[in-house]
């Protein structure tokens, strides 16, 4: 069988390919309208999370995408390919009952966020920087009134606590699906902002992703990259693509 991208990728990173998987044990799946929303069934059983809490979603779509997934298992069951499931069990077991832990891990993100950290030179880095950033912060004071101060260099610098207060608050809104999704784009883009600009649909995800390595992108231009990195750059993209389109699901 020929070796996929991603299985590629894995490799690279794990020096090896062949797990302990379990086994296929089903022979169809299928969704099912339920009390919350919509569930997956594997021959009639009803998938549950691994913590067995029950496994409802809020759309059709974002079941169907999970049945799909489970469905392209083939031998063995390999977790690590059924992203949009991950996602959705980490809301039921995970956000769900600690919602104000990850509200406040987020806001501590943007306190430190990626776009507020600006580089003095050179003047093509500078100008790429703000291409890809500002109207990250312009969005922000438009849709939440508040502003973001920018600052030159690494060195950590306060924001104004009305604005992050507000954050939280926007960020508390959200539900336990929408919360999960911003929380994976902001772990694999290093940004709060972006995140939540992301899934507000204010950024498409090519942009987002191009803001978000906007610097590194300057890096390779200029000094080139290898494999390695290569590899660690296709899982995060192919993960924050199956975020994307959770957050369309949600």
Request: aromatic share 6%; hydrophobic share 40%.
């Given at each position: 069988?020929?070796?996929?991208?991603?299985q590629?990728?894995?490799?690279?990173?794990?020096?090896?390919?062949?797990?302990?998987?379990?086994?296929?044990?089903?022979?169809?799946?299928?969704?099912?309208?339920?009390?919350?929303?919509?569930?997956?069934?594997?021959?009639?059983?009803?998938?549950?999370?691994?913590?067995?809490?029950?496994?409802?979603?809020?759309s059709?779509?974002?079941?169907?995408?999970?049945?799909?997934?489970?469905?392209?298992?083939?031998?063995?069951?390999?977790?690590?390919?059924?992203?949009?499931?991950?996602?959705?069990?980490?809301?039921?077991?995970?956000?769900?009952?600690?919602?104000?832990?990850?509200?406040?891990?987020?806001?501590?993100?943007?306190?430190?966020?990626?776009?507020?950290?600006?580089?003095?030179?050179?003047?093509?880095?500078?100008?790429?920087?703000?291409?890809?950033?500002?109207?990250?912060?312009?969005?922000?004071k438009?849709?939440?009134?508040?502003?973001?101060?920018?600052?030159?260099?690494?060195?950590?610098?306060?924001?104004?606590?009305?604005?992050?207060?507000?954050?939280?608050?926007?960020?508390?809104?959200?539900?336990?699906?929408?919360?999960t999704?911003?929380?994976?784009?902001?772990?694999?883009?290093g940004?709060t902002?972006?995140?939540?600009?992301?899934?507000?649909?204010?950024?498409?995800?090519?942009?987002a992703?191009?803001?978000?390595?906007?610097?590194?992108?300057?890096?390779?231009?200029?000094?080139?990259?290898?494999?390695?990195?290569e590899?660690?750059?296709?899982?995060?993209?192919?993960?924050?693509?199956a975020?994307?389109?959770?957050i369309?699901?949600?």
């Amino acid at each position: 069988m020929t070796e996929t991208e991603d299985q590629r990728a894995e490799r690279l990173l794990t020096g090896r390919i062949d797990r302990k998987l379990p086994r296929r044990f089903y022979k169809q799946v299928t969704t099912c309208e339920c009390e919350g929303g919509f569930d997956i069934r594997l021959d009639d059983r009803i998938v549950k999370t691994p913590l067995k809490r029950p496994f409802a979603v809020p759309s059709h779509d974002m079941a169907r995408a999970i049945a799909a997934e489970w469905d392209a298992q083939e031998t063995h069951i390999n977790p690590s390919t059924m992203i949009i499931t991950r996602l959705a069990n980490t809301a039921v077991d995970r956000v769900r009952e600690d919602e104000a832990r990850i509200v406040a891990e987020l806001t501590g993100f943007a306190a430190s966020d990626l776009v507020c950290y600006r580089a003095g030179s050179p003047d093509p880095l500078v100008e790429r920087q703000s291409l890809h950033w500002d109207p990250v912060l312009d969005w922000v004071k438009a849709t939440h009134g508040v502003q973001f101060v920018c600052v030159e260099g690494i060195v950590h610098h306060a924001q104004p606590e009305t604005s992050l207060a507000t954050i939280s608050q926007a960020l508390t809104a959200e539900d336990e699906f929408r919360l999960t999704a911003i929380h994976n784009v902001t772990t694999l883009t290093g940004s709060t902002l972006i995140a939540m600009m992301t899934a507000a649909g204010a950024i498409s995800g090519e942009d987002a992703w191009a803001a978000a390595h906007a610097d590194e992108d300057w890096q390779i231009e200029q000094w080139g990259s290898d494999e390695e990195a290569e590899a660690r750059r296709a899982v995060r993209k192919r993960d924050f693509d199956a975020t994307m389109q959770f957050i369309r699901m949600c």
